[in-house]
């Protein structure tokens, strides 16, 4: 079992769900930040009473200064830690060589520091993409295709950081037990105004940006379970866990299904919600002029529904279900004062 665990990336989303479960567990976390300056003041907020069981490092995905220090006394490392952009880079190279570089310097100062235990958050994008378009079920023996060039950055990115990092391990550290969770779009309740992709798209569809709801659908996970699937994974057993890859899904849902689901369930705030549809045919003429409808133009139709079943068998959980992941997400949104009404 891990008692002392390094979280990378503790200010992001998934980072600060898994340091908030840790601590409650009783487990004393490390995490790292771009600036202790910025950062550790808003962690300590959130974790007034953490103490020494919470330590902040400065550490970059690309540079070395900070990783020894980070790992020092560490059981385990969550590398969740990844560029992710809301708009598509000029370049792919901007995304894949961070995420890259960064995944092999957590791996290369985990090993140095003794580690044995380690968990790469990766992602559905790493399996899910540049297939066939009769294709609409993954799991997670499957693999984005990086020869098909329709394939985005970000899902770039994280395909080559985890190929990489696997092939790593296999050559440099094998004694080290060492598996990815690989989530799908993440939903649940926001602890700040710090939004994830994700998330900014239902605030999107709660503030009615989204006027109209285009023909696009992925699958829902909460940020809970995606936590606790990392950390069952670092306590788990090792040989349970070893060179595994564990999707974590509960449903695939449309858009239009995100909106039924917020009039249902949050009504007091569905004011805005859009009810007609996007035609397709709209979105795809308007794209080589509108950022936003470019990146969404090649998914309009397209499910990717990437199964859950073996990361629920394998760690022992049950997910929470996707309509309430959307409630969650609505009604903290709200709470937060990030959307007003």
């Not at 509960?250 to 805005?272: C, Q, S, V």
Request: one cysteine or more.
């Amino acid at each position: 079992m891990a008692n002392t665990i390094l979280v990378t990336g503790g200010t992001g989303y998934i980072g600060g769900e898994i340091i908030d479960q840790a601590l409650t567990a009783g487990k004393t976390v490390h995490t790292t930040v771009r600036s202790t300056a910025k950062s550790e003041p808003r962690l300590r907020e959130r974790w007034p009473d953490a103490g020494e069981r919470l330590k902040v490092f400065q550490a970059d995905l690309e540079n070395d200064e900070g990783w020894t220090e980070a790992c020092e006394g560490c059981d385990g490392v969550a590398h969740v830690a990844s560029p992710f952009p809301i708009s598509v880079p000029k370049s792919a190279d901007e995304l894949v060589e961070p995420a890259r570089a960064g995944a092999m310097r957590a791996l290369t100062f985990a090993q140095a520091a003794g580690i044995k235990r380690f968990v790469l958050t990766s992602s559905a994008a790493a399996i899910a993409y540049g297939h066939p378009p009769g294709q609409s079920v993954f799991d997670e023996r499957d693999w984005t295709d990086l020869n098909n060039p329709s394939v985005p950055p970000y899902h770039r990115s994280k395909t080559v950081a985890e190929r990489d990092s696997r092939a790593w391990v296999a050559a440099h550290a094998p004694e080290m037990a060492f598996c990815s969770i690989n989530p799908v779009a993440v939903l649940g309740p926001v602890p700040n105004d710090d939004l994830s992709t994700s998330i900014a798209l239902v605030q999107r569809l709660v503030t009615g940006e989204i006027p109209a709801i285009p023909d696009l659908g992925f699958g829902i996970v909460d940020v809970r379970d995606v936590a606790k699937a990392h950390l069952l994974a670092l306590d788990a057993p090792e040989e349970s866990v070893r060179n595994e890859r564990f999707a974590v899904s509960d449903k695939f849902l449309w858009m239009k299904d995100i909106a039924e689901i917020i009039r249902e369930r949050t009504p007091a705030y569905a004011g805005k919600v859009p009810s007609r549809k996007l035609p397709s045919v709209l979105v795809r003429l308007l794209a080589p002029l509108v950022a936003d409808l470019k990146q969404i133009k090649g998914e309009l139709g397209r499910t990717r529904d990437v199964s859950g079943k073996h990361a629920s068998e394998v760690l022992g959980f049950d997910y929470i279900p996707a309509a309430e992941s959307v409630e969650a997400t609505t009604r903290s949104l709200v709470e937060r004062g990030i959307v007003k009404f």
